[in-house]
Structure formats: C-alpha cells, structure tokens
C-alpha cells in the first residue's frame, strides 16, 4: 500500500515525510512505525543490524521498553529524488531516572511506494540532568509550535 508523500521528493514533500516519521516514533508504537518500511528493510542502527519489519518492530519493543519518556524531533538536512538525509535528537530517562540525550544522523532511501527502503543511523548519546532537558512536552507527537532543532540550538 502506498505511504504518501512519495518519491521523487521536494523540500516541502521530504519535510512532511520527515514529519509524519517523527510523529510515528513519537507514538512509542513498534507496529505502526514498522509499517513505514519495507518487508526487506535494511537498518543500520548503532552496531546493531536490523532485516525487516519484524526484527525492526522487535527492535523498536526493546528500545522503548528501555528508553522511557521518549521524545524525538527529527529536522532535514538534505534530500534528492529518492532519498533523504535527516539529523534528529532524543531525550529518555532509564529506569533508575538517568535522563539523556541522543543526537544523530539518519540516511533514508525510499521505494517509488513511499515505503522506506534502506535505513542507515549513526548516533550518539550523553547523560543529562533533568533540569537540562529541553522536549518537555506531553508523552505524544509534538506540537506544531514547539520549537525545532534549529531553533532549540541544537
């Protein structure tokens, strides 16, 4: 089933690709966001090689399981006809209530479905204190008018 916006992509089309991929991930819900890719897909994520939906959706389970009170935003960099490059930054707490924070960078190639089709994640994370965190918003997608990467500073 096709997944508008679909390729090939303009600033407009890849910025609402990007953003329907952040509210999905902001969903915390491993079955709607294994949805956005391919049968096959290819992840790399960290160390960790992920193929297909299940193994992503398995995947996602774990990570949320441990990374609690997640919230993303994810910000273009770049993109071409089928492709787009994405920077992104995360915040969750642990289960002993360590706060961090992950910056990133994804590179996203699409079949002519919409469907992601190759997934390539590099990222890195750090410690904060609570009183640095700066997605402070209610568990969800995150408001039209909350500030973007860009604008956080980031």
Same mark, same amino acid.
């Given at each position: 089933?096709?997944?508008?916006?679909?390729?090939?992509?303009?600033? /407009?089309? +890849?910025?609402? #690709?990007?953003?329907?991929?952040?509210?999905?991930?902001? /969903?915390?819900?491993? #079955?709607?966001?294994?949805?956005? =890719? !391919?049968? &096959?897909?290819?992840?790399?994520?960290?160390?960790?090689?992920?193929?297909?939906?299940?193994?992503?959706?398995?995947?996602?389970?774990? #990570?949320? !399981?441990?990374?609690?009170? =997640?919230?993303?935003? #994810?910000?273009?960099?770049?993109? !071409?006809?089928?492709?787009?490059?994405?920077?992104?930054? =995360?915040?969750?707490?642990? &289960?002993?209530?360590?706060?961090?924070?992950? =910056?990133?960078?994804?590179?996203?190639?699409?079949?002519?479905?919409?469907?992601?089709?190759?997934?390539? +994640?590099?990222?890195?994370?750090?410690?904060? /204190?609570?009183?640095?965190?700066?997605?402070?918003?209610?568990?969800?997608?995150?408001?039209?008018?909350?500030? /973007?990467?860009?604008?956080?500073?980031?």
């Amino acid at each position: 089933m096709p997944r508008p916006p679909l390729p090939p992509f303009t600033e /407009s089309s +890849a910025k609402e #690709k990007i953003r329907l991929a952040e509210d999905g991930w902001n /969903s915390r819900d491993p #079955k709607r966001v294994a949805l956005a =890719y !391919t049968e &096959d897909c290819p992840w790399r994520n960290r160390a960790e090689f992920i193929q297909g939906r299940e193994e992503i959706e398995a995947f996602l389970q774990r #990570k949320w !399981t441990r990374e609690l009170d =997640y919230r993303l935003i #994810k910000e273009l960099w770049a993109y !071409t006809d089928n492709r787009i490059a994405v920077r992104f930054a =995360y915040e969750f707490r642990d &289960d002993s209530d360590q706060w961090f924070r992950a =910056y990133g960078n994804e590179n996203w190639e699409f079949n002519e479905d919409g469907l992601m089709k190759q997934r390539i +994640a590099s990222i890195n994370e750090h410690p904060i /204190s609570e009183g640095e965190r700066k997605f402070d918003w209610p568990l969800g997608r995150r408001p039209d008018d909350f500030p /973007s990467l860009s604008e956080l500073g980031f």
